[in-house]
């Protein structure tokens, strides 16, 4: 099952009095595994940065001046999310910002069935206590230590941690593998492998390899690593 995990930052609280995307952050997961799979993109609001959102997000006028316009980046964001459930913290108020843009450039908005709310969900699993994204990421013992201030792919990452513990989607996993260790020990079958359906892209470059070769081409034809081969 694919679903995205989605965090906006704004230039304020109400998309109806003129306030405006300024970031998008979402992640991919697949069977509730992130998958490395990522879109995020700065955009220009074109119109200036209240002091208030700025102590928020740290993103200034002149930082997003040279960004693109939301409708520049429509299509790859609408690619990316497909049709997917979209994981939201508060999902009223992205989907509202969001649904302003692209009624604004006369796209049809998302439809709210299609939408996760995560804020929803930790008020009925955690009623009367705050349930704020630090306070979840605290409740489950979630690093947010670089979230020094609000940021839609750093907090869409956070999110998509926190979701998988609210739904009980991690202990499943733990209880399954503490019966395979057992059955394992019992002598009965191997330890299954959870198996990614999209593979991670590739952390080494073309330029990497290249790179490395040339350095292996230095060492000559008698590198010091053959004195401890056999044969």
């Given at each position: 099952m694919r679903e995205i995990v989605l965090d906006t930052e704004t230039t304020g609280l109400d998309p109806l009095r003129g306030?405006?995307?300024?970031?998008?952050?979402?992640?991919?997961?697949?069977?509730?595994?992130p998958t490395g799979q990522i879109f995020h993109r700065h955009i220009n609001p074109e119109r200036d940065m209240p002091a208030e959102a700025f102590a928020v997000h740290g993103l200034s006028s002149e930082f997003l001046a040279d960004k693109p316009l939301f409708a520049h980046v429509v299509?790859?964001?609408?690619?990316?999310?497909?049709?997917?459930?979209?994981?939201?913290?508060?999902?009223?108020?992205?989907?509202?910002?969001?649904?302003?843009?692209?009624?604004?450039i006369r796209r049809p908005v998302i439809a709210r069935d299609r939408l996760v709310d995560t804020l929803l969900l930790a008020r009925r699993k955690h009623p009367g206590v705050s349930n704020r994204l630090d306070d979840l990421c605290s409740r489950y013992a979630i690093d947010n230590s670089r979230r020094t201030k609000h940021g839609a792919l750093l907090d869409a990452e956070l999110l998509a941690e926190v979701y998988?513990?609210?739904i009980g989607a991690r202990q499943s996993q733990l209880i399954l593998a503490t019966e395979v260790r057992?059955?394992?020990?019992g002598?009965?079958?191997?330890m299954p492998r959870r198996v990614r359906e999209v593979a991670?892209?590739?952390?080494?470059?073309?330029?990497?390899?290249?790179?490395?070769?040339?350095?292996?081409?230095?060492?000559?034809?008698?590198?010091?690593?053959?004195?401890?081969?056999?044969?």
């Open positions: 306030d405006r995307l300024v970031e998008i952050g979402c992640v991919e997961i697949v069977n509730r595994m299509e790859e964001f609408l690619e990316f999310i497909g049709d997917a459930p979209l994981v939201i913290h508060n999902a009223s108020f992205d989907i509202g910002f969001i649904n302003a843009e692209l009624d604004r998988i513990d609210l057992e059955a394992r020990a002598g009965h079958g191997e991670l892209a590739p952390r080494v470059s073309d330029e990497d390899r290249a790179a490395h070769r040339a350095f292996v081409a230095t060492l000559g034809d008698k590198p010091i690593w053959n004195e401890f081969l056999g044969g």
